[in-house]
């Protein structure tokens, strides 16, 4: 696992940005996993304003978004598809055929297996930006979720729907199911970018990196995959026991210019 740990979240956002760009560069269609929530809002800002300089391109890139509230229509203002159009996608040249997020609206049973041949189709994921829940759920795959599960619904956890319960109004209806993609299907992509930024996700980074690997924290599950990276400011870093040598192998990285292993 490569840990990065930066001074702030707007550092974590541009430093994500540098990262996404070096895969579009590099592989121009590349088929990207994207996540919601607040943590990568300062990065798809970062994305938008390279974009606008010229510095990025997405009109050959593919995505698939981790996952949606089952029940809300993708016109609904709370939907994650809403969120992806809002906060990404129409600021961008990205094809709008080519952008994925899963149907919560139909069979969902159906559908679920529908998200995983698309993805399979595309030739699987290449590079796919994760946050964390507090609980260290990845996706919506709450603590106790199977290490080898596939895009399916899961029930949201009380502490999850209390975390999220800012976004809808106080009288507005909050869906307590999503359809994720699973643990297993995460494990699959090539590449792997966790973001977090803040105290509150101290804890959540300290299991999800140096906890044990378990199912009680699905983060955790990151220690099983090949090429998968941390970034995180010093707040999320904070519980980290082993934040020096992390810190130690990027300067190397930066002297030397030869990667570290993950
Ligand atoms: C969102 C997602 C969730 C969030 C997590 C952190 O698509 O899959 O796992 O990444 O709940 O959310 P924020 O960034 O709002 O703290």
Same mark, same amino acid.
């Given at each position: 696992m490569r %840990? &990065? &740990? %930066?001074? /702030?979240p707007q550092a974590v956002a541009q430093c994500a940005a540098d990262l996404v760009c070096q895969q579009l560069r590099q592989h121009p269609d590349s088929v990207l996993g994207l996540a919601t929530g607040s943590t990568p809002v300062a990065l798809y800002q970062a994305l938008i304003q390279r974009y606008r300089s010229n510095q990025l391109s997405l009109s050959q890139t593919t995505s698939f978004n981790l996952d949606e509230y089952v029940g809300l229509p993708p016109s609904h203002p709370q939907s994650y598809r809403h969120f992806m159009e809002e906060q990404l996608f129409r600021h961008t040249d990205i094809d709008p055929g080519k952008t994925h997020v899963p149907d919560g609206m139909s069979d969902t049973e159906q559908s679920a297996s #529908? +998200?995983?041949? #698309? &993805?399979?189709? #595309?030739?699987g994921i290449d590079l796919q930006i994760l946050g964390i829940g507090q609980n260290g759920h990845i996706g919506f795959n709450e603590p106790g /979720?199977?290490?080898?599960s596939r895009t399916r619904v899961k029930t949201l956890t009380p502490s999850t729907l209390e975390a999220n319960r800012r976004f809808f109004a106080d009288d507005e209806f909050q869906p307590h199911l999503a359809i994720t993609m699973g643990i297993g299907t995460i494990l699959d992509c090539r590449q792997v970018l966790l973001l977090a930024t803040g105290k509150a996700k101290a804890e959540a980074i300290r299991r999800c990196v140096e906890g044990p690997l378990s199912a009680a924290c699905p983060a955790s599950s990151l220690q099983l995959h090949q090429h998968a990276t941390v970034l995180v400011d010093a707040d999320a870093a904070s519980g980290l026991e082993h934040?020096? +040598?992390y810190r130690w192998c990027e300067e190397q990285r930066q002297r030397l210019g030869h990667p570290s292993g993950h």
């Open positions: %840990v &990065i &740990i %930066v001074e /702030s #529908a +998200y995983e041949q #698309a &993805i399979s189709d #595309a030739g /979720s199977s290490l080898s934040s020096e +040598y």
